[in-house]
Every structure is written in structure tokens, then in C-alpha cells.
């Protein structure tokens, strides 16, 4: 960590609130730098002493997977179904992460804003798996190219791992993913020639969408979410 930090930024990377979470904490005064209240905009020094008041109400954290049909969007348009508008949670969650409405499968949906940095910077390296079929059927060329990084636009794609999907070997692959450019895979498969004609997450880290049907969500809960917020340093 390098100092001076901002007050907010220190609580957040602390695991004390997202941000804006800590904004409000400190809004509400409930944060002291060395004994004295916390403002806005507040510096941290190397050797300055951060308390938080242990009054603070304790937020009540959930976590889904949900199985996201094809046509619903996490960042809608006019032309395409808000995902927030048609899930039913008992609490008001918000999706981690993107997956287009083209594309289905495993979305994280929590209100713990802290996961969201810790799950989408590209600093940190965490793996998302996906099950692809593609048009025409592809060669064993076509899985080495998309192993070693494929030329897009202006970008290249980092190495990942790709491999045929056994039970469907000539026209569909699993790849997984440690970056999320923009419809990264449909733009990866198009630069070699290839159309995406269906795309699924099957898997974010450590979270599997198993068996849940399309609409359907579960609670991510005991060793699966200690493991989930471990790996994310959150625990």
C-alpha cells in the first residue's frame, strides 16, 4: 500500500465497505484517524492510526448464482431485458460482472459491493469458464490458436485454456477465461474465422452452475462461499 491513501480507499482495501460504503461511514462518524473524526477526502499516513466505531450495524451479505437466459442483459438497452427487472431476490442484489444478452449461464448476484473490484480488476487473475459451440466445426489448429492469444481489434488475448468439449468435439470447446474484455470469446472466435452460436458460463472460480435450470438461482453459502471470499481476500 502506498501512503498517503485516501481515507475511503484505505477502509476498502481493509475489507471494512466498498468505497462509497466507506464514504457513508465516515459521513455518519463512525471512522476515527488518530482519534479524531474522520472527513471526506481524509489522507492516511504511513503511521497514522484508523479506528472504525464498533456500533456500525452489521450488514447482512448474500450471494446467488443464477442461471441467466439468453435475451436478459446486465447492462440493458431499450431493446433487451434488465436482468434487476426480472429476477425475484428476497433482497436487492445487483449482478457481479458481464455476460451479454446473446450469451447465458452463471451470473454471481450479491450486495456485498466489495467482491466487485476484488472479482473484475484486471489485476487480480481469477479463472471464468465457458462452454462454446461455434460454426463451421473447428480443427485441432483452431484450439492451439485460441490457447496461445488471438488478435483482436487492437488487442491480444492472454493464453488460456481451451480444449474440446468431449461429448460434442466437433463444434463446441470449453475455454476459460482469466480477463473480460467486451464479448472477448465472440471476438476471439471471429478474428479465426468462426461464428459463436451458443455461449454458456458455466463457472466463476470456485462457484458452478451445476444443475440449475435457466431462471433459476441458489444461495452460495457455508465452505463454497468461505472458499469464494478467501480466494478474493475478503476472509
Known amino acids: 500500500m502506498e501512503y498517503p491513501i485516501r481515507i475511503n480507499k484505505y477502509l476498502a482495501i481493509n475489507n471494512f465497505a466498498t468505497r462509497k460504503g466507506a464514504d457513508e461511514l465516515i459521513k455518519k462518524g463512525f471512522v476515527y484517524i488518530n482519534g479524531r473524526k474522520a472527513v471526506l477526502g481524509d489522507q492516511v499516513?504511513?503511521?497514522?492510526?484508523?479506528?472504525?466505531?464498533e456500533n456500525i450495524p452489521k450488514k447482512n451479505y448474500v450471494y446467488y448464482a443464477y442461471?441467466?437466459?439468453?435475451?436478459?442483459?446486465?447492462?440493458?438497452?431499450?431493446?433487451t431485458k434488465d436482468i434487476l427487472k426480472v429476477t425475484k431476490f428476497k433482497e436487492i442484489v445487483f449482478p457481479i460482472g458481464r455476460l451479454d444478452k446473446d450469451s447465458?449461464?452463471?451470473?454471481?448476484?450479491?450486495?456485498d459491493g466489495r467482491i466487485t473490484d476484488r472479482l473484475l480488476s484486471p489485476k487480480y487473475v481469477h479463472e471464468k469458464e465457458y462452454v462454446v459451440k461455434v460454426e463451421p466445426n473447428f480443427s485441432d489448429k483452431f484450439i492451439d490458436l485460441m490457447s496461445n492469444g488471438v488478435h483482436f481489434d487492437k488487442f491480444i488475448s492472454k493464453k488460456c485454456k481451451v480444449?474440446?468439449?468431449?461429448?460434442?468435439?466437433?463444434?463446441?470447446?470449453?475455454?476459460?477465461?482469466?480477463?473480460?474484455?467486451?464479448?472477448?470469446?465472440?471476438?476471439m472466435c471471429e478474428?479465426?474465422?468462426?461464428k459463436v452460436v451458443n455461449l454458456k458460463r458455466i463457472r466463476v472460480m470456485n462457484i458452478e452452475l451445476g444443475k440449475l435450470n435457466e431462471g433459476e438461482y441458489r444461495e452460495i453459502k457455508g465452505e463454497e462461499l468461505e472458499t469464494l471470499l478467501i480466494s478474493l481476500q475478503l476472509r
Open 45 to 53: 499516513y504511513r503511521d497514522g492510526d484508523v479506528t472504525v466505531s
Open 67 to 79: 442461471n441467466k437466459m439468453v435475451g436478459i442483459s446486465t447492462n440493458p438497452d431499450i431493446k
Open 104 to 111: 447465458h449461464g452463471l451470473i454471481i448476484m450479491t450486495n
Open 163 to 187: 480444449w474440446r468439449n468431449t461429448s460434442k468435439s466437433k463444434d463446441t470447446f470449453n475455454i476459460v477465461l482469466t480477463e473480460g474484455k467486451k464479448r472477448q470469446i465472440r471476438r
Open 191 to 194: 478474428a479465426l474465422h468462426h
